[in-house]
Antibody, heavy 119, light 109 residues
Framework: QVQLVESGGGLVKPGGSLRLSCAAS????????MSWIRQAPGKGLEWVSYISDSGATIYYADSVKGRFTVSRDNAKNSLYLQMNSLRAEDTAIYFCARDASIRDGHDFWGQGTLVTVSS | QSVLTQPPSASGTPGQRVTISCSGSSSNIGSNYVYWYQQLPGTAPKLLIF???QRPSGVPDRFSGSKSGTSASLAISGLRSEDEADYYCAAWDDSLTALFGGGTKLTVL
């Protein structure tokens, strides 16, 4: 069955960096587009980034552009999110999700990893 | 403030039909598919409706989606206590960003 498992969250100071990982299994990872979506405590969902199956096409939300970098390693069935210059407003649960097709719905989600940015 | 506008709350009694609206613009809902997600308390979101009105396998036919112009709606018929959750609409925008609505908290009275 499809599984997405995020890791790498934790407590980081403002201005710091963190790298999130998402391990995929149960499907041919290299065939699918992937996304990162976050949810601040008690708030709604916010799309963060999208990467195509080959990694050649990448989109970011304006709120993270220039600070976050999404990447993937299809040989390792893994998705990554490098987060730099972190701010308090980046505090959230970060979900990785599989996209059903190009710019399509997110048909499977991981359980999320919590990132807390605080001094 | 989200680009896609949803009512913050909705409610109904068991067996009732409830609808949740989602309003956008010509660059998102008006020209792209709409998706709906259900998030039960303490869990990850789940895809409920894709491409405006399609249900993934396993989603009961009590859930239905529709779209007209720059608005969309999710209808839940035969409301059950287990439907109590947060519901989010979503759509891609022509600016190549993905958008979520602010979410609607559904209470089953």
């Amino acid at each position: 069955q499809v599984q997405l498992v995020e890791s790498g969250g934790g407590l980081v100071k403002p201005g710091g960096s963190l790298r999130l990982s998402c391990a995929a299994s149960g499907f041919t990872f290299s065939d699918y587009y992937m996304s990162w979506i976050r949810q601040a405590p008690g708030k709604g969902l916010e799309w963060v980034s999208y990467i195509s199956d080959s990694g050649a096409t990448i989109y970011y939300a304006d709120s993270v552009k220039g600070r976050f970098t999404v990447s993937r390693d299809n040989a390792k069935n893994s998705l990554y999110l490098q987060m730099n210059s972190l701010r308090a407003e980046d505090t959230a649960i970060y979900f990785c999700a599989r996209d059903a097709s190009i710019r399509d719905g997110h048909d499977f989600w991981g359980q999320g990893t919590l990132v807390t940015v605080s001094s | 403030q989200s680009v896609l506008t949803q009512p913050p709350s909705a409610s109904g009694t068991p067996g009732q039909r409830v609808t949740i609206s989602c309003s956008g613009s010509s660059s998102n809902i008006g020209s792209n598919y709409v998706y709906w997600y259900q998030q039960l308390p303490g869990t990850a979101p789940k895809l409920l409706i894709f491409r405006n009105n399609q249900r993934p396998s396993g989603v009961p036919d009590r859930f239905s989606g529709s779209k007209s112009g720059t608005s969309a709606s999710l209808a839940i018929s035969g409301l059950r206590s287990e439907d109590e959750a947060d519901y989010y609409c979503a759509a891609w925008d022509d600016s190549l960003t993905a958008l979520f609505g602010g979410g609607t908290k559904l209470t089953v009275l």
